[in-house]
């Protein structure tokens, strides 16, 4: 399976993806890093690794009709057959989720349908979680559709909230499990484990 990875960051997710296809673990490769932002970290790490790179953000077009279509072009040139979005801030345009329908993951560092939507990304998150008094928070692993966090899950696993969190720690104690059931997650879908029907997704 080939695999996009999009990321707007340092890109700690898609570094897991790499070490988890270097450990035999994960059958797939990365053809294409896709950053939003042209000093992300992803990108050094893309390099270091000899994989493709695109910058590509909306302010570089006049319209998204365009930015759309510069996306496409990107995915179909490098054959991409799966989107992984590892940290990637930005909403996927509708034309590039109806083509890769169900073939769009996402990284999600809350249980969703709670403390999602636009806007909720990063340490918004987890103030969120820690403002709420939630005795746990977790990771999603979710299909994209066209809203904001919203499409199936496929995965989901919790963490303890503690007391003296601060957003800071609780992202760090998240971060550790996203690393660890993003590959899995992917891993299902390139072995051909997972059945979507409805907005329901499982793994078998």
Known sequence: MNIGVFASGRGSNFQAILDAIQRGTLPARVTLLL?????????????????????????????????????????????????????????????????????????????????????????????????????ISGVTVHLVDEEYDRGPIVLQQTVPVMEEDTPETLAARVLTIEHEVFPLALKAFAENRITIRERTAWIH
Request: aromatic residues 8%; hydrophobic residues 45%; positive net charge.
């Open 35 to 135: 950053s939003n932002k042209g000093d992300a970290g992803a990108l050094e790490i893309a390099r270091e690794h000899a994989i493709p790179t695109v910058h590509l953000s909306q302010k570089q077009f006049p319209d998204e009709a365009q930015f759309a279509a510069a996306m496409m072009n990107a995915l179909k040139q490098h054959d991409v057959q799966f989107i992984a979005l590892a940290g990637y801030l930005k909403k996927i345009p509708s034309s590039v989720v109806r083509e890769y329908r169900n073939r769009i993951l996402n990284v999600h560092p809350a249980l969703l349908p709670a403390f999602g939507g636009a806007g909720m990304y990063g340490h918004f998150v987890h103030e969120a979680v820690l403002a709420s008094g939630a005795k």
